[in-house]
């Protein structure tokens, strides 16, 4: 579990693929500081389980289906990640409750400066639409963000210096694409919805059978 409060800029120092997988690994000196074998580390929103590491950097196996559904798809040597340790139980929830299972994956369509902000737009599908609400929470390359604003098919959030000094959004250009994690309260919402839509729709089946065999 994380909060998406960036620690640290990683770099990527290299990237293995296999034919169902890949190997990165990461340079990452604070993130890798006090890990351990299996600990957790979340790389631009994807969360990666530690399998090797040294002084400054550590290894993670990647699934295809992270590499299918992600942004990490073949990273180049030398780009950099966001870095975020696991957050420790008791410790203050800066941003909001990031698993780091992304849903997806945005591009950049737009980028409009303030004086003191900066301003990105992105793709937003149809699959997830329903998830992003203006004002709600947002992981975005593992960036806890509050959605600024949202249409049919975008969102947009508003990004301060800090945030584009201690995350890899500040480089992002138009056409880039980005990690997308959605509310985790949202999506219980929406499967629960779900599920009752289906419920109800099988007991008015169910009722509408008893009352024709009760009048046959």
Do not use: Y
Request: charged share 20%; glycine share 10%.
């Amino acid at each position: 579990m994380f909060t998406g409060i960036i620690e640290e800029l990683g770099e990527v120092l290299a990237w293995d693929r296999t034919a169902d997988a890949a190997r990165i690994t990461v340079r990452g000196p604070l993130a890798v500081g006090d890990a351990k074998h299996g600990d957790s580390i979340s790389v631009s929103g994807v969360c990666l389980t530690v399998v090797e590491q040294g002084p400054d950097w550590f290894t993670a196996d990647v699934m295809a289906q992270t590499i299918a559904v992600s942004a990490l798809r073949d990273p180049a040597p030398g780009s950099r990640v966001n870095l975020e340790r696991a957050a420790r139980v008791g410790d203050r929830l800066g941003g909001h409750i990031v698993q780091g299972h992304v849903d997806g994956t945005a591009e950049l369509l737009r980028v409009t400066e303030g004086e003191a902000w900066r301003v990105l737009r992105f793709s937003l599908v149809p699959g997830i639409a329903a998830l992003v609400v203006d004002k709600g929470s947002i992981a975005v390359d593992g960036v806890s963000l509050t959605v600024s604003a949202v249409g049919d098919d975008w969102f947009e959030v508003s990004l301060i210096p800090e945030t584009l000094a201690a995350t890899t959004l500040g480089e992002r250009v138009v056409g880039d694409l980005v990690n997308v994690e959605t509310d985790i309260l949202a999506r219980h919402v929406q499967r629960m919805l779900r599920l009752g839509a289906h419920e109800t729709a099988a007991d008015q089946t169910q009722t509408a059978t008893t009352t024709v065999g009760s009048h046959s």
